[in-house]
């Protein structure tokens, strides 16, 4: 064992001087095998310890502390885990195995068709696309001749509703106007020439494997479809121009029916002494023309009602003078009394003709008184 004396050499008075106690590095190195190496403190600094931030953090961990103790049970029932829905697992395994087989069964026939097989099913599909342009234009073709064919024949009771109107009653113009409008309209339906329609397309037989029949009959169906592409822009423009006529011809139709209410003016300015009921029939015929189109049975039946409402109104009126001029005094000097009535009075016959004396006759003079 190791004695002090060996570790500080020197005699006590030599401890209690104020020269180190050892300058060998032997001693110094056994001290550290004892008690280690010396530890280097930070010296202190002046700066105060921040107490407030300390505080600060003290309470916040205890407020935390707090709020985990009062948690309320539903949080902890929020964190339990859920019940595994194997249907619903067992049914996403069943789609993606689906889709993972359809993509591998695609892939798998993309690989091993032919440049023939591909435009074979090209074919297919523009035969099919054909079909259906040629199913469009056949109906199209039935539509649009049996629609001319309509507006043709419904302007025959149109035409005779308007000449059968009484022109004294009505603007008689426009009446005019407008039949002649109707005939120009009718002619013009009847020179509309439908095109041809192409002839329908039987699909031939073709060897699947030859690409080169693939290829002939590939461009024989498009060449097709160009062709029924065309037939329909034709009947459609067949169907526009008819449509023009059309709008021009009723906006003759819409422009003589306003002419109604005019005439009913004029008719209830010049029967001022029918009664307002006779009045009121003309305004609501007159409305009713103008709101119902005379291509229908409404306007056609509001026209003749027009008619015989403003007869009607010019009988009201005659009656109406009749009574104002039977209602006028009599002249014949009896007063109130009545009476019969005074004669007319006669009227005078013109005077005889004077004939002036001749002046070969000799007058006797006057004697003078």
Request: proline share 6%.
């Amino acid at each position: 064992m190791t004695t002090l004396a060996e570790l500080f050499p020197g005699d006590a008075r030599d401890h209690q001087a104020t020269t180190p106690l050892s300058t060998d590095d032997e001693a110094r190195g056994k001290l550290q095998q004892l008690i280690g190496s010396p530890v280097q403190l930070a010296a202190p600094t002046d700066a105060p310890s921040d107490r407030g931030e300390l505080r600060s953090l003290v309470d916040q961990v205890a407020a935390d502390v707090r709020t985990t103790a009062v948690a309320p049970r539903g949080s902890f029932r929020a964190r339990r885990s859920r019940r595994i829905n194997w249907v619903n697992v067992i049914a996403g395994v069943v789609a993606l195995l689906v889709v993972g087989g359809t993509a591998t069964f695609v892939v798998a026939q993309s690989a091993r068709a032919t440049p023939a097989a591909t435009a074979y099913q090209s074919l297919v599909n523009d035969q099919d696309d054909l079909a259906s342009a040629e199913q469009g234009l056949a109906a199209l073709n039935d539509r649009v001749p049996a629609s001319i064919a309509d507006d043709v024949s419904a302007t025959a009771a149109v035409r005779s509703a308007l000449v059968a109107l009484d022109a004294e009653l009505i603007d008689g113009a426009s009446r005019d106007a407008t039949v002649a409008a109707l005939d120009a309209y009718v002619g013009a339906l009847q020179t509309l020439s439908l095109p041809e329609m192409p002839a329908a397309y039987e699909r031939p037989d073709v060897d699947p494997e030859s690409l080169a029949e693939v290829a002939s009959a590939i461009d024989e169906v498009r060449a097709r479809v160009v062709v029924v592409d065309g037939a329909i822009a034709d009947l459609r423009e067949v169907r526009g121009q008819a449509d023009a006529a059309t709008a021009t011809y009723r906006q003759q139709l819409a422009a003589f029916a306003a002419t109604f209410t005019a005439r009913a003016e004029t008719e209830d300015a010049e029967n001022a002494l029918a009664d307002q009921s006779f009045r009121d029939a003309v305004w609501a015929a007159a409305a009713s023309v103008v709101a119902n189109t005379l291509e229908t049975d409404a306007g056609r039946q509001a026209a003749t009602a027009y008619i015989a409402a403003v007869q009607a109104l010019r009988e009201d009126q005659a009656r109406a003078v009749e009574a104002v001029v039977s209602e006028e005094p009599s002249y014949d000097g009896g007063g109130d009394g009545g009476g019969e009535e005074s004669p007319a009075p006669e009227v005078p016959s013109d005077p005889p003709p004077v004939t002036e004396p001749d002046s070969d006759i000799p007058t006797d003079p006057v004697p003078e008184g």
